[in-house]
């Protein structure tokens, strides 16, 4: 059963930095990409970044570009994005997406909100 469940949401002050955290069981981690996307109520997920499943391949949404840094370990099945100088428009539901074996799965969301 895939799983994945995300961490290190919170408040945040604006330009301040900030590490989620998506833990993953039940297929072959080191084998797939990943990626973050989030989601502001009434609007689409937006793709924030993604990483290759060896790390030598990574992209990033224009928005967030320079500021957030996408990494894995494949030892302990997890992937990161560490977010920095955080603005209010980071504000959001982060979520973690991998595709096995032609089915998509999400995590359940770590909410963000970049506010003084």
């Known amino acids: 059963q895939v799983k994945l469940s995300e961490s290190g949401g919170g408040l945040v002050q604006p330009g301040e930095s900030l590490t989620l955290s998506c833990a993953a069981s039940g297929f072959a981690f080191s084998t797939v990409p990943l990626r973050w996307y989030r989601q502001v109520p009434g609007k689409a997920r937006e793709l924030v970044a993604f990483i290759g499943s060896d790390s030598t391949e ?21 992937v990161y994005l560490e977010m920095k100088n955080a603005k209010p428009e980071d504000t959001a539901v982060y979520y973690c997406r991998v595709i096995w074996l032609d089915s998509v799965y999400w995590g359940q969301g770590a909410e963000v909100t970049v506010s003084s």
Request: aromatic share 14%; no cysteine; net charge positive.
């Open 58 to 78: 990574t992209a990033y949404g224009d928005l967030v570009k320079g500021r957030f840094t996408i990494f894995r370990d494949n030892g302990k099945k997890t």
